[in-house]
């Protein structure tokens, strides 16, 4: 019976859109629209849980977000003078990691302390079309991506139950159950963090956990007495994670003693980000802000809500730092790109929907600096990263939950709706990619694989070479 089920997963998902791949039983699909009635594949969401009020981080397959006032979309608030070529090579230069090239991991939600959600060169051929080598079942929603890093994927599912699955040939070196019953309130909504030998999970209930990356015993944990939906950064021997009670904390690595707080005024459910020894993170009340990583004192807050094109909405999209700016989204659809320096707004966009996911930032080799956000109503956006205007849009079939991903030369993103993940060539704006097998935030990659968490399950894609 066992072989027989795993024959029919496989067989529901076998290879994987490419310009001339076909077949209906493939899961491959080469058009750029998409039908809310496709198979789900082995990741139907049948059964899924209630939302916990409070996020929509926790919300499953089949739950729409609650209804938010959102801005018309199409038009853009302010602009900043182009940056000169200097200030463009440093700001897409990616950061070191750890001593070693980071096209080599992904060792938390964004990828590098900028959280930019994009892997470039040099890396192997990761364009399609991909066929799947493998799967891995969960049992229970994955809110996040995982951290990977040596070969290995640090995976964590909503029960907080952790899997450290070894990527070349899907082996489970060690799994820490938390809750065996799969059933009840989430446990965990945060993205995992690699660093130093060490995975970092924060529960939603408070407790930030240190486990041991060759065996996945806890080394440390701390109990923050605070609602937890940031996912931790690391930086060096420091960790950096905001709470619902207002707190950005910086949490030595090594035992988790605090190094200091900065009360923020309100929620911060949004993740922080880092670049040149600066903090910068998004609250729940409209703000941005920048604080030093060092000692928390703060540089620089914007409050969006006191300016054009005002609003009152607040982040749970967590701040990308790249070209001079730092961008993220509110959650009533408005996309901001700040001054990295001073946090003058430069340019706003509307999207027409809301928005819970982060921006992706990347300058692909041919196209111009660019963010990648999803919205509620469906569409993926391709906005000039230096004025903010609309290079192009795809409509993916169905509200985008979470986070898109720019890998090589496609961008992915997903909907619950259509119970896909998708891609679209950067260059054409045309789909190539199609997997029935949604997530939040799927898609991510070593630099020689693809990833993708699906809703209950975890893939491994390799490339399919040209005949």
Request: contains cysteine; glycine residues 12%; proline residues 7%.
């Amino acid at each position: 019976m066992l072989c027989a089920a795993v024959g029919l997963l496989l067989l529901g998902a076998l290879l994987l859109a490419g310009c001339g791949s076909g077949g209906s039983s493939s899961g491959v699909s080469e058009s750029s629209s998409t039908s809310s009635n496709s198979a789900a594949g082995p990741t139907a969401t049948a059964g899924a849980g209630k939302a916990a009020p409070e996020s929509p981080l926790v919300k499953e397959a089949g739950v729409r977000p609650p209804k938010r006032s959102v801005t018309k979309s199409g038009s853009t608030v302010g602009q900043e003078p182009d940056l000169t070529k200097p200030e463009e090579r440093a700001e897409s230069k990616p950061s070191a990691l750890f001593g070693e090239t980071p096209t080599s991991s992904w060792p938390y939600f964004g990828r590098l302390p900028q959280r930019t959600h994009y892997l470039g060169g040099p890396i192997a051929d990761l364009d399609p079309p991909f066929k799947v080598l493998w799967h891995i079942n969960t049992h229970a929603l994955i809110e996040f991506p995982p951290a990977i890093f040596g070969g290995v994927a640090y995976l964590v599912n909503k029960y907080g139950n952790v899997y450290a699955i070894r990527l070349s040939d899907k082996k489970i070196l060690w799994r820490r159950i938390v809750r065996k019953r799969l059933h009840g309130a989430p446990i965990d909504v945060t993205g995992p963090a690699y660093s130093a030998g060490r995975v970092f999970v924060a529960e939603i209930g408070g407790a930030l956990i240190a486990l041991n990356a060759k065996t996945g015993k806890v080394d440390w944990k701390r109990n923050l007495n605070a609602h937890l939906e940031s996912s931790p950064l690391i930086v060096g021997k420091t960790l950096y994670i905001g709470t619902d009670s207002s707190q950005v904390l910086a949490i030595d690595t090594t035992d988790g003693h605090e190094i200091w707080e900065y009360k923020a005024g309100a929620s911060i459910k949004a993740s922080p980000s880092f670049h040149e020894g600066l903090i910068y993170v998004g609250n729940y009340q409209a703000g941005m802000l920048a604080l030093t990583a060092k000692s928390g004192k703060l540089v620089w807050q914007t409050n969006t809500s006191t300016q054009a094109p005002f609003g009152k909405g607040g982040f749970y999209s967590s701040p990308a730092i790249a070209f001079g700016h730092v961008y993220a989204a509110r959650d009533d659809g408005v996309v901001f790109a700040f001054s990295r320096k001073t946090g003058k707004i430069a340019w706003s966009f509307p999207t027409g929907g809301a928005v819970y996911g982060s921006p992706a930032v990347a300058k692909v080799p041919g196209t111009p600096p660019t963010v990648y956000i999803g919205s509620e109503n469906g569409r993926l956006f391709a906005l000039d990263a230096r004025d903010g205007k609309e290079r192009w849009h795809q409509d993916v079939g169905g509200p985008i939950p979470g986070t898109a991903s720019v890998i090589g030369n496609t961008v992915f993103s997903s909907s619950f709706e259509t119970r896909e993940s998708v891609g679209y060539d950067v260059h054409t704006h045309k789909r190539d990619f199609t997997l029935h097998s949604a997530g939040y935030s799927p898609v991510v990659s070593d630099g020689h694989r693809l990833y993708v968490a699906g809703y209950y399950t975890f893939y491994g894609l390799e490339d399919i070479p040209p005949k």
